[in-house]
């Protein structure tokens, strides 16, 4: 796997810079609105972050009791499904009920790129990204492939899911093929793909069992319904939904912040708000070429060492997508990845 480029030393300063504002308001000198002494709080307990507000974070204890608590400034970065160490006060100050004071290493960690935080994580200790896709408003493999490359450069498993399979009666029959042969490519490739309807129940139970036993997280376009399956998945919860609009075909954005649940069978879901397109600014070149997967066995194979797999001679993912060796339309996606890095200015913040 490529080597990851380091952060230059300006970029760290200016990242930790808007975390301090964004943790302790613009003047990082004042300190917390609520003050705690030593003996106005409990034990230390070990806890996980069930979502995160701000400057404050709803933490879970062992007992599934869950206490808003504000954070210690030697905390850069806490996301959802970060486990962390904790002291509850012994009385509630302004709804504040405790103090998180450390967090523990993670295990894995989902980032993308922000304009103004640098590489910013969405959620750690995960052990499988559900990709979510749906018949309608319009099944896109290309936002598809850029979460895959994502999922491939934390490690984490990928799962496509298809969504809405209740209105595959709704478009054409060549509409339907499409969609039938992309979801047939990732199945060659090796990735698991599950189909599921909320509306029908088709697909939820087998869904349950992917989802039992393991830390997840449901990526994908707004829209795809996302939401939708986590009440399908848990009723009691009432995860607030909106249609797709009418008018742009684009979903709206329902969930606000991230948070965990717990199943009942066991396993956890972090269901994170939606976005429309996964950036993969941070990324080189070479770090994309490895997230898709199957194009292993051709790197290093072209005739020029800075090969850029677009036009040039004797390029050899090229050559073997004309013989089929790799699938052509993973191909031209992965070559649509690779200009949208150049074509994109941000790409050098994170690169250079």
Known sequence: MAKVKKLTKGQQRRIKANHDKKLHGKNTKNKDKVQWEDDDLGAQEQGIIISRFGQHADVENNMGEIFRCNLRRSISSLVCGDKVQWRAGKETKHSITGIIEAVHERNSVLSRPDVYDGVKPIAANISQILIVSSVLPVFNSDIVDRYLVAAEQTGITPVIVLNKTDLLSTITADEQEKISKQLKIYQDIGYQVLYASSKSRDGISELKLQL???????????????????????????????????????????????????????????????????????????????????????????????????????????????????????????????ASLNDNKLTSRFNN
Not at 241 to 248: A, P
Not at 277 to 305: A, N
């Open 212 to 338: 039992a036993q393991n830390t997840s997280i449901f990526v994908g376009q707004s829209g795809v319904g996302k939401s939708t399956l986590v009440n399908a998945l848990m009723p009691d919860l009432g995860v607030l939904t909106k249609e797709v609009s009418e008018n742009s075909g684009l979903g709206q954005h329902t969930t606000t912040v991230a948070r965990l649940y717990h199943f009942n069978e066991g396993g956890d879901l972090i269901d994170s708000p939606g976005i429309r397109e996964f950036g993969l600014w941070h990324l080189t070149p070479e770090q994309v070429c490895h997230g898709f997967i199957e194009f292993s066995d051709f790197l290093g194979l072209c005739k020029f060492r800075d090969c850029k797999h677009q036009t040039d001679p004797g390029c050899a993912l090229i050559a073997a997508g004309e013989s089929k060796q790799i699938n052509p339309a993973r191909l031209a996606s992965f070559q649509r990845i690779l």
